[in-house]
């Protein structure tokens, strides 16, 4: 996940091959954002898994 820069007031969070993912950088970070950040996690691991 990248710091704010400059002033930004969000965080974003980049995966290869996924679309970035911008997160208010207030707290606490609301469900939707874990959920979205989740996903992605949990679709990467489910296709390690598979080419196993």
Request: overall charge positive.
């Amino acid at each position: 996940m990248n710091a704010p820069r400059g002033g930004s007031s969000h965080y974003t969070f980049r995966k290869r091959g996924c679309m970035p993912i911008t997160i208010p950088k207030h707290e606490p970070i609301k469900k939707v954002y874990v959920e979205m950040v989740r996903q992605v996690v949990e679709s990467e691991a489910k296709n390690g898994e598979e080419s196993e």
